[in-house]
């Protein structure tokens, strides 16, 4: 992976911030059965709830925007998190960059298939809602766990 492609390392801890945000917003969210009172905005939806050519679309009206705010914070603090530089990034580090992201597709993918094999009706929709975040999940867990067993292994040789 091309470092020019990574942020500077300059954005991680303000992506664990965001990140962390999200988390305790999203957790609020689920224990609150995804409704936080006052919150409430006037909206522009690009797609109504029924179908594209219904009369809310493309007008004003009112949202509950706490799980959108949540969503957006876990995705752009996942994002600084999962792919700012590290104070040493290397090609060692870009390959576990590399194999992490592949790891944690796979891991992703998995357990998709298996939500749809076995998570019916409206219990499939979280699935997929969730599953929107665990890709960077995965990918942040992986990496920093890696990371953090070569640089103790270092550690241990000197």
């Known amino acids: 992976m091309?470092?020019?492609?990574l942020f500077s390392n300059k954005y991680k801890p303000m992506g664990w911030v965001?990140?962390?945000i999200g988390v305790v917003l999203g957790t609020i969210l689920m224990i609150n059965e995804f409704d936080i009172p006052n919150w409430e905005t006037k909206v522009f939806p690009l797609i109504s709830e029924?179908?594209?050519f219904?009369?809310?679309a493309l007008k004003w009206s009112s949202n509950n925007i706490a799980d959108e705010l949540a969503s957006l914070l876990l995705i752009f603090g996942g994002i600084l998190v999962s792919f700012s530089k590290t104070k040493d990034e290397d090609e060692y580090i870009s390959k576990i960059r590399m194999e992490s992201l592949i790891w944690a597709t796979y891991v992703n993918?998995?357990?998709l298939i298996i939500a749809i094999l076995f998570v019916f009706d409206f219990s499939f929709f979280n699935?997929?809602?969730y599953n929107m975040f665990t890709l960077l999940l995965f990918f942040m867990l992986r990496f920093h766990y890696v990371l953090?067993?070569?640089k103790k292994a270092v550690g241990n040789e000197e």
């Open 127 to 129: 699935v997929l809602i």
């Open 18 to 20: 965001l990140f962390l």
């Open 50 to 52: 029924n179908d594209i």
């Open 109 to 111: 993918y998995a357990i």
């Open 2 to 5: 091309k470092s020019q492609l």
């Open 148 to 150: 953090y067993k070569t």
């Open 54 to 56: 219904s009369s809310p």
